[in-house]
């Protein structure tokens, strides 16, 4: 399991600029990256300990992450 936080600009690097665009002018995406960054913290802070978790929810909170990044991915295509 890994603890290093998959922030967008690192999953995206070579979509930071459109991204940063979509954000200022889409809300829809705006919505997303801010729901993916919280979920991404809060998976961060259970793995850490910071914040433990049981696994299903773990389970839950990382479907709910892939969901968001196939989402904002998406976007990114269009």
Do not use: W
């Not at 801010?34 to 259970?46: G, K, L």
């Not at 850490?48 to 904002?72: A, F, N, S």
């Amino acid at each position: 399991m890994s603890h290093t936080p998959h922030e967008l600009i690192e999953e995206f690097p070579d979509q930071v600029d459109a991204m940063h665009t979509l954000k200022e002018n889409d809300a829809h995406f705006a919505k997303l990256y801010d729901e993916y960054h919280v979920i991404n913290r809060a998976i961060h802070r259970a793995e850490t300990d910071v914040e433990p978790t049981d696994d299903l929810h773990m389970g839950e909170m990382r479907k709910q992450r892939m969901v968001l990044k196939d989402q904002i991915a998406a976007a990114l295509r269009a």
